[in-house]
Structure formats: C-alpha cells, structure tokens
Nanobody, 122 residues
Framework: QVQLVESGGGLVQAGGSLRLSCAASGRTFSNYVMGWFRQAPGKERRFVARIRWNSGSTYYADSVKGRFTISRDNAKNTVYLQMNSLKPEDTAVYYC???????????????WGQGTEVTVSS
C-alpha cells in the first residue's frame, strides 16, 4: 500500500521558515517525480515544486522561486520542502504527491498525502 505522509506544518510569522517532510513508502519511487502542491482556502490546488527522484533535478513555481527548496533523501525515502522568507500568501494546506511525469498538473500525479497545514501570520 502506497503511503505519502507529510509533516512539519505549523504557524509561523512572516519572514520565518519551515521545513516540510514527505515520507514515502509502499513502492519504489526511483522513477517517479515527487511534487509539492498547496491549496489555500477557497482556491484550487496549485503546483509549488517538483523533483525527479533519480536525478534530483528540480523545478519551481515562480511564486516560490528563490525562497523554497525541494530536496530528497534516498536513504530515508523522504522528500523535503524548505520554505524560507515566508509570506502570508503562502498560507495553505501543503500536499506531497508522486507521479510518473515531470508536470505541474494535479491530475497527472498518482499518489497523494493527506496534507499539512501552513499558516503565515503578518
């Protein structure tokens, strides 16, 4: 059974930092792309960042470029999202996802975590 379990969310002041984790289990993800998405209240789920598990190549949404860093630890089967210089508009539920294609489209990801909530106060 495939599981993606996010952790690390919380309340932080603007300008602060958080690191989200996504622990993956239940299958081999070496050929997969791991993505982070977020969904603010009343809005659609949007792409944040992705990483190819085997090569480590990354891609970011313009809104987070230069502030967020996605990485992975092969030994721990875990993907991270380091979020710095947080802004109130980063407030959302953050989801980890896994899929076969390097894309920002939610429908092209096969597996999803339950989400972790991030609140940035001004």
């Amino acid at each position: 059974q495939v599981q993606l379990v996010e952790s690390g969310g919380g309340l932080v002041q603007a300008g602060g930092s958080l690191r989200l984790s996504c622990a993956a289990s239940g299958r081999t993800f070496s050929n997969y792309v791991m993505g982070w998405f977020r969904q603010a209240p009343g809005k659609e789920r949007r792409f944040v960042a992705r990483i190819r598990w085997n090569s480590g190549s990354t891609y970011y949404a313009d809104s987070v470029k230069g502030r967020f860093t996605i990485s992975r630890d092969n030994a721990k089967n875990t993907v991270y999202l380091q979020m710095n210089s947080l802004k109130p508009e980063d407030t959302a539920v953050y989801y980890c996802a896994a899929g076969p294609w390097p894309t920002g489209n939610t429908w092209q990801y096969d597996y999803w975590g339950q989400g972790t909530e991030v609140t940035v106060s001004s």
